[in-house]
């Protein structure tokens, strides 16, 4: 049986890859300490499977990453700390978390895994390119060789994408030093059930859910490539399990451009209620104007290419929303 480990397994992308993986039948371990991610019925029922294991831990530790034990065939590093509202009020914890983790997961995984065709994957971002909009130098569609630049370091929002950088230049350069094999994937705008309650999508359906009037609409021309999370999991796994990955970097998400002001219209459509009034509001600061990857390298390697629609995706994610409001504030 495959011997598979994800840390960061209690978060967004971790459950909804763990679930794949667990329905497949490979020896699941999931490191988490619950500083995003959260022990909801979802992720209770997952640790309910007999293959499936938590080991709770804080991975910033180098001793945390003996508890996880040795022999794996794959690691998929997904721990971090995610959403824009903390890059600005926790950027040094961003940066503490994302480094020290993934400079620990990389030194346990090459003297300590013993397992000398195993494969660790990392977990990137478009933050890490996404600055460089801002000096005109990325161009869209926006391939894996696009230079990844930070434009602002006193700027908080940069945290994130600063260290997803330096992230990249560790797996590129520890690969190379120690001979490893590793895939570097850089997800694009995923959304879907269970991502928490601060990104775009959530927050639309808590305010439409509310009927906000007049309804505020931040950055209507803005645009984003929407993938849902099935499709995001399904690439991930690819990226993982293809020699044909080993030692590249890929974006995943759609080629789909999506004008965020044309999502709130498509949302108000499926959750049958429209404002009688609309007020449009710039962006926060720092926000991309455009974001759209170039995904012809993961087809063209791997055969991937995502298979939901932007309707769908929302039809799925909305009902699940609608079922589990946010928690009251204690």
């Known amino acids: 049986m495959k011997k598979v480990l994800i840390t960061g397994g209690a978060g967004f992308i971790g459950y909804h890859l763990s679930k794949r993986l667990a329905s497949q039948g490979v020896e699941l371990t999931l490191a988490d300490n619950f500083f995003r991610g959260k022990?909801?019925?979802d992720f209770e029922a997952l640790l309910?499977?007999?293959?499936?294991?938590?080991?709770?831990?804080?991975?910033?530790?180098?001793?945390?990453?003996?508890?996880?034990g040795t022999g794996y065939d794959e690691v998929y590093h997904l721990v971090g700390i995610n959403g824009t509202k903390l890059f600005y009020s926790i950027p040094h914890e961003v940066l503490r978390i994302g480094l020290s983790t993934t400079m620990n997961?990389?030194?346990?995984?090459?003297?300590?895994?013993?397992?000398?065709?195993?494969?660790?994957?990392?977990?990137?971002?478009?933050e890490a390119y996404a600055s460089g909009f801002d000096l005109g130098i990325i161009e869209i569609p926006t391939p894996e060789t696009a230079p990844l630049i930070i434009s602002d370091t006193y700027n908080s929002r940069w945290s994130y994408g600063g260290q997803k950088l330096i992230g990249e230049l560790f797996f590129i350069h520890y690969a190379k030093a120690y001979n490893l094999r590793m895939a570097i994937v850089r997800p694009h705008n995923f959304y879907g059930p269970r991502a928490g309650y601060d990104h775009v999508v959530p927050e639309l359906v808590?305010?439409?859910s509310a009927k906000e009037e007049p309804f505020t609409i931040f950055g209507a021309d803005d645009t984003r490539s929407f993938c849902y999370i099935d499709d995001a999991v399904e690439a991930i796994q690819t990226v993982m399990e293809s020699k044909k990955t080993d030692n590249g970097t890929y974006h995943i998400g759609t080629?789909?451009?999506?004008?965020?002001?044309?999502?709130?219209?498509?949302?108000?459509?499926?959750?049958?209620?429209?404002?009688?009034?609309?007020?449009?509001?710039n962006s926060p600061e720092g926000s991309v104007k455009r974001r759209l990857p170039s995904v012809e390298k993961i087809?063209?390697?791997?055969?991937?290419?995502?298979?939901?629609?932007?309707?769908?995706?929302?039809?799925?994610?909305?009902?699940?929303?609608?079922?589990?409001?946010?928690p009251a504030e204690k």
């Open 299 to 326: 087809k063209t390697d791997t055969g991937w290419e995502a298979k939901v629609n932007l309707e769908e995706g929302l039809r799925r994610t909305i009902d699940w929303y609608l079922a589990n409001p946010k």
């Open 105 to 126: 997961a990389l030194e346990w995984f090459r003297s300590k895994n013993g397992k000398p065709d195993a494969k660790i994957l990392y977990t990137s971002s478009n």
């Open 255 to 281: 080629n789909v451009e999506t004008k965020i002001g044309d999502l709130v219209e498509k949302m108000f459509e499926l959750m049958q209620w429209h404002p009688t009034e609309t007020v449009q509001k």
């Open 48 to 68: 309910q499977l007999p293959n499936v294991k938590l080991i709770e831990g804080d991975l910033t530790k180098p001793e945390a990453w003996d508890a996880l």
């Open 206 to 208: 808590a305010r439409i």
């Open 39 to 41: 022990r909801n019925p």
